[in-house]
Structure formats: structure tokens, C-alpha cells
């Protein structure tokens, strides 16, 4: 496999979570090495238990999870070994290492930070607590650490607060506290999922560097396969805790002998190119108006200060956008956090006010209706046809209603069906999207992330809209269930000859998805055109910086070092 | 910050206007007045009053006058002169029996707080650490106990037992000595040995409803990723604990010290009466009773105030313990 000595080996781990109605083995068996200064990525998708894994090795497993056996046995540099699952998982001996040896970076680099303390606190404190240095040092080597990790300013930067910083400069102040000791181990728990492309190009090439300086190993959980194939030396693949094939990227990719990492890599590349469904459909020879033309639509926050609370600047989230949709059509709407693309979503909604432009919906009779003016029943009644899907699954079902009330409550509050008839069409509207109808007396909590998304189209769909707005619908589901969940998006418009607005920030979604895409930068649309065109041959400067830092899946082409980078012309 | 606390400042003039006529319209609402309330009490001890002499008390009071102008008078005299006016029950300036009982109850009130703050905040964590371990459960059952039984009966009961099998009364605020003596070293030492029964028993309410609240609030914090951040530096369990979710879970609670202000008046009442201390809520009890509507309407402007005041307080309070909220 590699010619340097492991630094970490994991041998026949067992991680055990006890439960009510029964112990789940989160970790069953795993077994694996880190070789010393190289890059060793764990893929899996969740449920995996990759991450327990990971959170085994420094014993931080959540209770009631806890080792039930096996060995993790750590080279030092001084040639002794140790072995960490035999440690007291409170004790002296692991805390020890914990943040000094081996440190961690987490996913969610909001969450993972205390909001009330300052940075330059919690990037110093395992400096103090390991190394034994004052305050004072501390926050010296808080400012080099900052530094270190390419945070601008960083004298400024260790007495602010992490919400005052961007996604992507967090997860920089996350790594800088994962660095302060040098450890020889980092492991990197998903510390990208969170992030736009072009910042999680920034943090892996800073991860690389990093790396390369201080000679680290680095353990990457991930479960993006195009990530995987940017930065790995060696693949371990996990599923339901247990390592399904293990070796060096490049034979992993070429060849893969598992069944579970052929599944993996073949919904990767099927999400490479439009999607079959799509290539099936016949152009209609004359191209129907447009059910939703929008003009120049607007939406401005103002920033106020002071004690006349005077306008002092405004945030312009939508600036300008003309777009069309057809009906039968997928619009793409693509584009960074903060491009804009959710605050259009809510303006065609009017979940909020546009302060300017217009939104032109053509109703069935074939009248137009401006949805940004739109007030009272007239406005209601076009709601009734532009429905929305939400990016959470989780978050967007009521936990205390059942399936069968979420999905009819539609129907009940616009009075349009009720009793033997209201459950009829709750079961047709159920089966159609894939749900059991005889499930739908259980409540959310009951139905996995893929299921709970179905759940939430089925809501859509109960109105016969003729438009629904997906707000980064597939952004929460694995990737196996990706591809079937955007196929039945497809299949529905086939049907029922929906129009779609697909907001998404995943590129290869789109390319999968869209008919047409529209690229948001800074609340302004910069490129339209086809999907396959804008996707394959991009013109304007944004687009090319946003595909080139799309990681691909082929450790062959290692890219993303390569990227444009885009930088704004000053407004 | 400052223009925002300028502004909330600005903004509780016309609310403090609205509130005042409010208290004194809600005062003056109850049928009859203090004379007939006077007249009645003094019918109850075979005392004839005759309706000239009604008629001329309430004339000596302004009571015949239009709503309006009695309010009038009643504002501009706060306003211009500080003077509450006259208790008609006392025949004393109300301002002069007001301030003589906030101290009192400033102390009471206070020192009840700091030992509900100290006992339940320990004890909050304890039990979300060891959730559902026998130290939860104890602590949940006691708590439980702690809000059921309510405050006088306690305070009935301790007073029986310290009677009957120490020999010892503990009501009142003063031993009979001291109840007119003028201030001095003994007297303090005297209001402490007093002051502790009433502290006892009122914290024992509060802290049975503020542990349930830490131990929730905590809960919510220690499954927090940042914990396994802390966790993660090699912390000790203690240290992280103390730093990262205790000092987040106390912050939605330091917001409620400003709403104890109000409490300064009319809380502790019931057990104020059991134990006859002299602290403000049983004289307002007995001012709404007998219609000693200027007595009754100081005390309850002053609630307003000390409420509005304690909001902005809580605001203030909660925008310096933490960083993410901004007034701006």
C-alpha cells in the first residue's frame, strides 16, 4: 500500500450505542491505518458510522456510545506506542493527547465554536492548557496560528467573535485551533460539507499546505466521492460500520472490487451528465409563453444605525433579475450562500415583498397576474399554484402532526376536501411520490431523510400546483438518494407538466436537472442559458471560477489547484 | 448601544403616561370610595357617621371632583414635588410609608435571590451532567416538592415548630426591642437573625422552579458540537463544563434579573402576611382593601415603573453577557 510506517491503526474496532430497543454497533469490526504524512479519506455515506470512527480514535464518542473492542494503537514520534482504546475515556492519559498529538476539526463550523468567547480564547486554549503558556503567549501564538491559516488581519481578528466571520473563515479559525500544538495526527470530520465550492477549494488546498509543511497525517471524512479523488492518498470505504474496501486512491477509483464503492462511484458519474428522462422528452415544435416572466424583479434590505435610525446602506439580495420559466421546464437557478438564489425563491412565493420589478404569472385561462403587486384573494389563489420544497426535511415537517395531516393540511385549510375524500387523496398523493399509504397514521420522526423529502413533494403537489419552487431540495440526502429523488421530480413533470425553479448550489444537480440555468452572483443573474452549455462551456468569468473548484471524481485530473478565481470588479 | 438604551428611554415616557392613567383609573374602578369604606368600618363598631360629615370628608378629600382633575392634581404633584399624596387610612405623606418599607424589601428580596441563584444553579447542573441518574431523580423529587408546597404553609409550619419546640418567635422582621429603635449595630444583627426564616422560605419556591429551568437550559447546551469541540482540546470534564455550556446556559437567565424588580412590591405578599413582616406587599394589600386610593396608586405606579425599568435593565444585561445580540 504505502512504503511509510503507520502512524494509527485501527484494529477490529467496535463502537456500541445502547439503546431501548437494543445496542446499535455504530462501528463494527473496522480496521484500517493512517500511513505518517499522507492523506487517508473515510467515505461513506451517513449512518456509516465513518464518523464515530473518527470520534473513537480521541474517545469523544457521544453517550451513550462506547468502545466495545478492539485496538487503535498510535506511533509516536519517539517510537513508543500506545494503544487509545484501552484509555479511560476521562481520563488524563487521553486528554493528554487530545488537541496536542491528535486534533480534530468538525463539520458545522458555526456549531463547533463557542458564539461568546473570542477567537484568539479559543484558538490559545490548548496552547495554555498543553504547553503550559500565560495568557499573554497565548494570544501570541493565537495571532501566528491565525496567520498560519490565511486569515486576514489577524491581530484585528483574535479579539472578534466567530459570528462575525464567513462559513469559510471559521472553518480557517477552526483549523488554526486544531494546529496550535502541531499535532502529528489531524483528523477533519466532513470540515467542507458546510461550505460553498469555491470556499471548500480554499480549504483543501489550505489543508494540503498545511500538511505539507508540517508533515501531518490527516485523516478526511467525507462523503463526496470528487473530494475523495481531489485530495486522497489512500480510501477507506465504510457502510453501516463496516469497512467495505480499503487501498490507494487511483486503484479504488480505476477498478473498484466492492459492490458498495461501485454504487457509490456509478451515482457519482450518473450525476455527470443530463439525466435519461430528460434526454427522452421531444421538443414541443413551438415553445409555449411562459408561466412566470420575471422583470427586473428587486428585493433591498435596509442597513439602519443610529438613534433616527437613518438609512445609512441597503443589501441588495435580488438587484435587477429577469428570468423566464416555462411551463413543463426546469429553471436552474445557481449560485454561492449569499448570491441571492433563496431570497428570488421567496419573492415568487411573496414569502417576502419585492421592492421592485414585477413577476408576471400566467394563469391557466391564459390571464396574466403581476405576483409582486398581487394582494388578497388574487394572491392566494396563484399560491395555490406555486408551491415550494424545502432544503430540510427534517426541519420542514411538524413533528407533532402525522403524515396524513401534513400532506392533507393543504387541502383542509383551502376547504377543498375533507373526511373519506380528503383520505383518498392523501393515499393517491402518498403512493405517487413513493410513501406506503398504509404509513401515513405515523408521525415524521418515523421516515428517514429520503422518505421525509417525499413526504414533503407529496405536500407540494396536493394543490395541482403548476409551479414548484426547490430550494436546495436534494442538499440533505446521500447521494445514493439524490439521483432517485431528482428522478422523481422528473418523472412528476413528465406527469403533471410542472414548471420547475430548482435553486441549487451543487453544479452537477443542475447539470443532471435543468433545462435552463441562471448564475446568481451578488443578488444580479451574470449567465443564462442552457443547462449543458452553461455547465460545459461557461462564458462569464464567475461560472468558470464556480466549476472549476467543483472537485470531479477522477484522481487522474486533480484540478481544483488549478481553478480560476473570480474576483469582483469593484462596484 | 447607547442610542438604543436613548431611544427605549424616549419611549417609556408616553408608556409611563398610559400606565399612570391607568393605576389611577383602576384604583378609583371598585364602587364607593375610602369614606365609604371609612364610614362602613366605623358602622362595624357602632359608630354613627352622619352624611353631612361623609360629605365633608369627602369634599376635605377631593373626592367629588371630575375624574380628570383629580388626576391631574395626583400627577402634577409626583411630577413637580415628588409628593404621592395623602394616605387617607394613615393620614400620613404616602411617600413617607412607601420608602420606609423598600428597604426592607430591597434586602429581603435580594438576599432571597442570591440564595436561590446559588443553591439552584449547582444543583440545575448536577442534574443535566448525571441526567437520569439516582442525583437527578433526588433533586427532581425534592423540586417537585419544593413547588408544590406553597410558600405560607410552609412559613405557618416553620413558625409552629420554632414556637412550640424552640420556644422562638420568628415573625416579623425585628425582635419587639428593636421594632422602633433607631438603626444601630444590634438592630442589624437582630434583622439578620430574623431575616433568615422568610429567606428560607421564599427560596425554597424559587429555587425549586429555577433548577428545573438549568437543568433544561443545560440539557439544550452539553449535546452542543462546540462541547466536543472543548472536549476534544483535552479539556478536563469540570473546566469545559464551566466555560463553554454553563456560561451559555446562564445566559437566558440573567435576562430575568430584571423582572424581579416588580416582584420588590407585590411579590412575597401571602407570606409577608403569615409572618408579619414590614415589607411593601401586605400594605398595598391592605391599601386596595380599605380604598387608600393614593397609597394604592403610588405603589402601583411605582410596579410600572420598576417594570419598565427592569426590561430595559434585562435587555441591557443580556446584550453585555452576550456577544451575538446587538441593539443597533
Known amino acids: 500500500m504505502t512504503d511509510t510506517a503507520p502512524v494509527l491503526e485501527v484494529r477490529d474496532l467496535h463502537v456500541s450505542f445502547p439503546t431501548r430497543t437494543g445496542v446499535v454497533r455504530a462501528v463494527d469490526g473496522v480496521s484500517f491505518s493512517l500511513a505518517r504524512g499522507l492523506t487517508t479519506c473515510v467515505v461513506g455515506e451517513s449512518g456509516s458510522g465513518k464518523s464515530v470512527t473518527a470520534r473513537s480514535i480521541l474517545q469523544i464518542v457521544d453517550t451513550p456510545g462506547r468502545i466495545t473492542g478492539g485496538q487503535i494503537l498510535f506511533h509516536r514520534k519517539d517510537g513508543s506506542t500506545l494503544d487509545l482504546a484501552a484509555m479511560d475515556p476521562r481520563g488524563r492519559a487521553i486528554r493528554d493527547l487530545r488537541g496536542d498529538e491528535i486534533a480534530m476539526i468538525f463539520q458545522e463550523p458555526m456549531s463547533s465554536l463557542s458564539p461568546v468567547h473570542k477567537v484568539g480564547d479559543q484558538v490559545g486554549e490548548a496552547v495554555r492548557l498543553h504547553l503550559g503558556l500565560s495568557r499573554r503567549q497565548a494570544r501570541e501564538r493565537a495571532i501566528d496560528l491565525l496567520a498560519s491559516v490565511e486569515i486576514p488581519d489577524p491581530h484585528r481578528a483574535v479579539d472578534r467573535y466567530t459570528f462575525e466571520f464567513s462559513g469559510g473563515m471559521r472553518q480557517r479559525v477552526m483549523i488554526a485551533m486544531a494546529l ?16 460553498d465550492v469555491t470556499t471548500q477549494a480554499e480549504i483543501l488546498d489550505l489543508i494540503g499546505r498545511l500538511q505539507q509543511q508540517r508533515g501531518m497525517t490527516v485523516m478526511f471524512i467525507t462523503h463526496d466521492m470528487g473530494v475523495v479523488a481531489e485530495i486522497a492518498h489512500d480510501v477507506v470505504v465504510m457502510e453501516r460500520g463496516k469497512v467495505r474496501e480499503s487501498g490507494p486512491v487511483r486503484s479504488l477509483f480505476a477498478s473498484p472490487r466492492d459492490a458498495y464503492t461501485r454504487m457509490l462511484l456509478g451515482n457519482v458519474t450518473k450525476l455527470e451528465r443530463p439525466s435519461d428522462i430528460r434526454l427522452k422528452r421531444v421538443e414541443p415544435p413551438v415553445p409555449p409563453p411562459p408561466i412566470l416572466r420575471i422583470e427586473n424583479l428587486s428585493m433591498v434590505f435596509p442597513i439602519v444605525k443610529g438613534i433616527m435610525r437613518r438609512k445609512v446602506g441597503e443589501v441588495r439580495a435580488v438587484d435587477g433579475v429577469t428570468l ?47 405576483l409582486a403587486k398581487a394582494e388578497g384573494e388574487a394572491l392566494r389563489a396563484a399560491r395555490r399554484e406555486i408551491r415550494m420544497v424545502f432544503q430540510d426535511p427534517f426541519a420542514s415537517l411538524n413533528p407533532r402532526m402525522t403524515v396524513a395531516q401534513i400532506v392533507g393540511e393543504p387541502l383542509l385549510v383551502n376547504g377543498l376536501a375533507r373526511g373519506a375524500e380528503l383520505r383518498d387523496r392523501v393515499s393517491a398523493l402518498l403512493e405517487r411520490v413513493g410513501i406506503e399509504p398504509g404509513w401515513a397514521e405515523r408521525y415524521p420522526h418515523a421516515f428517514s431523510g429520503g422518505q421525509r423529502q417525499r413526504i414533503c413533494i407529496a405536500r407540494a403537489l396536493a394543490l395541482k400546483p403548476r409551479v ?3 430550494d436546495e431540495a436534494t442538499a440533505a440526502l446521500d447521494v445514493s438518494l439524490r439521483a432517485r429523488m431528482l428522478d422523481l421530480l422528473l418523472d412528476l413533470q413528465d406527469e403533471l407538466n410542472l414548471a420547475y425553479v430548482f435553486i441549487s448550489h451543487d453544479i452537477s444537480v443542475i447539470r443532471y436537472m435543468c433545462d435552463r440555468v441562471a448564475v446568481m452572483h451578488r443578488g444580479k443573474v451574470v449567465e443564462t442559458g442552457e443547462a449543458t452549455q452553461v455547465c460545459d462551456n461557461p462564458t462569464h468569468a464567475y461560472t468558470k471560477a464556480l466549476l472549476s473548484a467543483v472537485p470531479r471524481p477522477d484522481p487522474e485530473a486533480r484540478r481544483i489547484h488549478l481553478r480560476h478565481r473570480y474576483v469582483a470588479a469593484a462596484e | ?32 370610595d375610602y369614606v365609604t369604606t371609612y364610614v362602613a368600618t366605623l358602622a362595624a363598631s357602632n359608630e354613627i357617621v352622619d352624611q353631612r360629615t361623609a360629605q365633608e370628608l ?6 367629588e371632583q371630575p375624574f380628570i382633575v383629580q388626576y391631574w392634581k395626583w400627577i402634577t404633584g409626583i411630577l413637580l414635588r415628588g409628593d404621592f399624596g395623602l394616605s387617607f387610612e394613615w393620614q400620613q405623606p404616602v411617600s413617607g410609608l412607601i420608602w420606609e418599607r423598600m428597604g426592607l424589601t430591597l434586602l429581603l428580596t435580594s438576599s432571597t435571590l442570591a440564595m436561590t441563584w446559588a443553591i439552584a444553579l449547582p444543583i440545575g447542573v448536577l442534574s443535566a451532567v448525571r441526567q437520569y441518574s439516582v442525583v437527578d431523580y433526588f433533586f427532581t423529587f425534592i423540586a417537585f416538592l419544593g413547588l408544590a408546597i406553597p410558600g405560607f404553609l410552609l412559613a405557618l409550619v416553620l413558625m409552629y415548630v420554632a414556637v412550640v419546640h424552640f420556644g422562638q418567635d420568628v415573625g416579623g422582621l425585628f425582635s419587639e426591642e428593636y421594632q422602633t429603635a433607631p438603626w444601630s449595630f444590634d438592630k442589624f444583627v437582630d434583622l439578620l437573625a430574623h431575616l433568615w426564616v422568610p429567606v428560607v422560605i421564599l427560596a425554597v419556591n424559587g429555587t425549586a422552579g429555577l433548577v428545573r429551568v438549568m437543568r433544561a437550559n443545560m440539557l439544550d447546551e452539553l449535546h452542543r458540537p462546540y462541547v466536543t469541540t472543548a472536549r476534544a482540546k483535552g479539556l478536563s470534564e469540570i ?16 435576562s430575568t434579573i430584571g423582572w424581579m424588580l416588580p416582584q420588590l412590591i407585590s411579590g412575597a405578599t401571602i407570606v409577608a402576611v403569615v409572618m408579619s413582616l414590614p415589607i411593601a406587599g401586605p400594605l398595598l394589600l391592605q391599601a386596595l382593601l380599605s380604598q387608600d386610593m393614593y397609597l394604592a396608586g403610588a ?17 441591557i444585561l443580556l446584550a453585555l453577557v452576550d ?6
Open chain 1, 180 to 195: 496550535a500544538c502541531d499535532p502529528a495526527v489531524l483528523i477533519a470530520d466532513e470540515p467542507t460539507t458546510a461550505l
Open chain 1, 324 to 370: 423566464e420559466v416555462r411551463p413543463g421546464e426546469t429553471l436552474g437557478i445557481v449560485g454561492e450562500s449569499g448570491s441571492g438564489k433563496t431570497s428570488l425563491g421567496r419573492c415568487i412565493l411573496r414569502v417576502t415583498d419585492p421592492t421592485g420589478g414585477a413577476i408576471h404569472y400566467r394563469r391557466e385561462d391564459g390571464t396574466e397576474i403581476d
Open chain 1, 468 to 470: 414548484i419552487v426547490a
Open chain 2, 1 to 32: 448601544m447607547l442610542a438604543y438604551i436613548f431611544r427605549r428611554l424616549v419611549w417609556m415616557v408616553p408608556s409611563l403616561v398610559a400606565v399612570s392613567f391607568l393605576a389611577f383609573f383602576l384604583i378609583q374602578l371598585p364602587p364607593g
Open chain 2, 58 to 63: 369627602r369634599e376635605r378629600f377631593g373626592l
Open chain 2, 239 to 254: 473546566r469545559l463544563l464551566i466555560k463553554y455550556p454553563v456560561r451559555l446556559a446562564i445566559n437566558p437567565l440573567i
Open chain 2, 299 to 315: 405603589f402601583l405606579l411605582l410596579m410600572c415603573t420598576l417594570t419598565l425599568v427592569g426590561m430595559l435593565l434585562s435587555d
Open chain 2, 323 to 328: 456577544p451575538r445580540i446587538r441593539y443597533d
